[in-house]
């Protein structure tokens, strides 16, 4: 289950960063009008993505760990985005309201994802689900 996750997380996240280099779908670079994405932004998306598949492709436990490793960095990121506001983040990755919160919801997911769903519990559900 974690690897399909991650590698379903890495897919999106890979198409993002594509996506945020498409001039027709970020005015003002703004992608779909709404993310403030920039290249560095965009070029974060792209490893994030790449980082995710290749843990889905390797192993259910190095998927959990990403989850949780992914988590943590993303809720600072989250944390870091409050504090910058609508400012660049470090001085290199654009950042607006709806970033912030969009890293929240992926730093929650990420982090349920990694902590606190036991895989016992995944074994037991889909025992439950062949049965």
């Given at each position: 289950?974690?690897?399909t996750?991650?590698?379903l997380?890495?897919a ?16 003002n670079?703004?992608?779909?009008g ?13 490893l994030?993505?790449l980082?995710?598949l290749?843990?889905?492709l ?8 990403f ?6 960095i ?8 409050f504090v910058?506001?609508d400012?660049?983040i ?11 919160w969009?890293?929240?919801?992926v730093?929650?997911?990420?982090l ?11 074994a ?7 049965a």
């Amino acid at each position: 289950m974690f690897r399909t996750l991650a590698i379903l997380f890495g897919a999106i996240l890979i198409v993002v960063g594509i996506l945020g280099f498409v001039p027709g779908l970020t005015p003002n670079e703004h992608l779909l009008g709404i993310f403030h994405v920039n290249a560095a932004h965009n070029v974060v998306h792209l490893l994030s993505g790449l980082v995710s598949l290749m843990t889905g492709l390797s192993s259910e436990y190095f998927s959990r760990m990403f989850f949780r490793l992914f988590g943590v960095i993303y809720g600072l990121v989250a944390v870091l985005g409050f504090v910058y506001g609508d400012r660049m983040i470090l001085g290199l990755i654009s950042n607006n309201r709806a970033d912030t919160w969009l890293h929240v919801g992926v730093a929650a997911v990420s982090l349920l994802l990694g902590f606190a769903l036991d895989e016992s519990a995944v074994a037991k559900s889909r025992r439950r689900a062949a049965a």
